[in-house]
């Protein structure tokens, strides 16, 4: 048994990777993308979250999130948003009754700082790059990425080669 504990901080920032089972490629088919993010918009307004940054990749995602102060619950809100997605997906359930679309786990990463939060921000808008899917985050439409372009947090020609912030990191 693992003596694995999560980082629970309330009101805090976290960046999370969720990953699908046995890493199908399932996420950025149209239909399961649009019930991804109706899975995220339905668990957010019964259980408030702010998504500052999301990138959507075949078969894994990465997001910041914050919570609202005096809450630190993220695993029931990936529980449910796991849930809700799951149910449109059809797929024999495993040994113990779980649909077989998602790893039963998830990672977490309580952001520090703000220089923690940029390079996490680059991590996720860079990860289509490094995974060869395109030459540009701004190629990407399954991000965040134009909306932070918008916010003035990114030029629009960010990414054409591996940001600083990201020399050494590796999150997957």
Not at 110 to 129: A, G, K, S, T
Not at 143 to 149: N, P
Request: contains cysteine; charged residues 25%; glycine residues 6%.
């Amino acid at each position: 048994m693992s003596d694995f504990r999560r980082a629970y901080e309330q009101g805090g920032c976290y960046f999370f990777t969720l990953v699908t089972y046995n890493r199908q490629p399932i996420l950025t088919e149209a239909s399961n993308l649009q019930r991804l993010k109706e899975s995220f918009t339905h668990v957010a307004a019964k259980r408030p979250f702010i998504t500052d940054a999301v990138v959507i990749l075949p078969d894994h995602l990465h997001c910041i999130w914050r919570l609202p102060e005096g809450d630190a619950d993220y695993s029931s809100r990936w529980r449910l948003i796991k849930g809700h997605f799951s149910v449109a997906v059809d797929t024999p359930p495993t040994v113990r009754g779980e649909k077989r679309v998602w790893q039963r786990r998830f990672w977490e990463h309580l952001i520090r700082d703000e220089e923690d939060w940029w390079r996490h921000l680059d991590y996720i808008h860079y990860n289509p790059v490094k995974h060869g899917y395109v030459a540009h985050p701004a190629d990407w439409v399954h991000s965040s990425f134009s909306r932070m372009v918008e916010l003035g947090l990114y030029p629009p020609d960010w990414g054409h080669r591996e940001p600083e912030r990201l020399k050494g990191i590796d999150l997957e």
